[in-house]
C-alpha cells in the first residue's frame, strides 16, 4: 500500500514539474512528421546526339534545387512557329521554353524544380535598345524574384546570347529602357534575393 501510494505521489510530482516548465502532459501521439530528405541535385547526363530527330543546341539551364540554382545539360530545341528574325530573341525564346518545361521525372526525383512562369516570351530590341538587349513579353521586375535569377544565370551561360562574363539585358514589353542584371554567385546561392530592379542601361546613340 504504502509503495503504490509513493508511486501516485511520484507521478504527481511529475506532473507539476512538466506543467511547470510549460509543457503539457498528453496522451495523443503527435506526429512530427517524416526527416526531411536530402536532394541529390545530381541528373542523368544527355545522350550525345539529344533527343531523337529534335534539331537544337546544347545549353546549360538554370534550374532550382535544395533552394539555389544549379545548371543543367539539355539540347534545347529550336523554337516553331515563332516568327523571330533576331537571333538572340530566338535563343532566349527557346531557353524561356525550357525553363518552362517541367523538369523530367530523373530531375524532379534528383530534387529540381522550376518557377518560371508559361507563356513568359522573347522579342525582338526596340529601335535604340543596348546592343544584346532582349525585350520579355513581361517586365522582368515584375517576375518572381526565383523565375528572374534562372532567367538571368541561364542567358548569362549562353554563348549566343551573351557575348561572356557581364550583365545580360533585358527589357519588358514598354517604352521603358531594358535594365541590366548579373548572375552573381551570390544569386545562385540565393536565387530569391536577386535585386528587383537591375540599373538602366541607356539607349544606344542612333547614327547621326
Known amino acids: ?94 531557353l524561356l521554353e525550357a525553363l518552362q518545361t517541367p523538369p523530367s521525372t530523373e530531375e524532379r526525383d534528383a530534387g529540381f524544380t522550376t518557377g518560371v512562369p508559361d507563356g513568359l516570351t522573347a522579342a525582338a530590341p526596340r529601335a535604340g535598345d543596348p546592343a544584346g538587349a532582349v525585350r520579355l513579353s513581361r517586365k522582368p521586375e515584375d517576375l518572381p524574384p526565383v523565375a528572374l535569377s534562372q532567367i538571368v544565370c541561364t542567358l548569362s551561360d549562353s554563348d549566343a546570347v551573351s557575348a561572356g562574363p557581364g550583365p545580360v539585358v533585358l ?26 530592379l537591375g540599373d538602366v542601361v541607356r539607349p544606344s546613340p542612333q547614327p547621326s
Open 1 to 94: 500500500m504504502k509503495r503504490r501510494r509513493r508511486v501516485a505521489v511520484g507521478v504527481s510530482l511529475s506532473l507539476v514539474l512538466l506543467s511547470g516548465c510549460g509543457i503539457r502532459a498528453t496522451t495523443v501521439p503527435v506526429d512530427v512528421g517524416a526527416a526531411p530528405s536530402r536532394v541529390s541535385c545530381d541528373t542523368p547526363a544527355q545522350p550525345a546526339g539529344g533527343q531523337s530527330g529534335v534539331q537544337g543546341f546544347r545549353a546549360t539551364v538554370a534550374l532550382v534545387c535544395g533552394s539555389q540554382l544549379v545548371g543543367v545539360e539539355r539540347v534545347v530545341p529550336i523554337p516553331e512557329k515563332r516568327a523571330l528574325r533576331d537571333p538572340v530573341a530566338l535563343v532566349t525564346q527557346a
Open 171 to 196: 527589357g519588358g514589353p514598354d517604352a521603358d529602357p531594358p535594365r541590366a542584371w548579373e548572375c552573381t554567385e551570390a544569386v545562385r546561392s540565393r536565387p530569391e534575393s536577386v535585386p528587383t
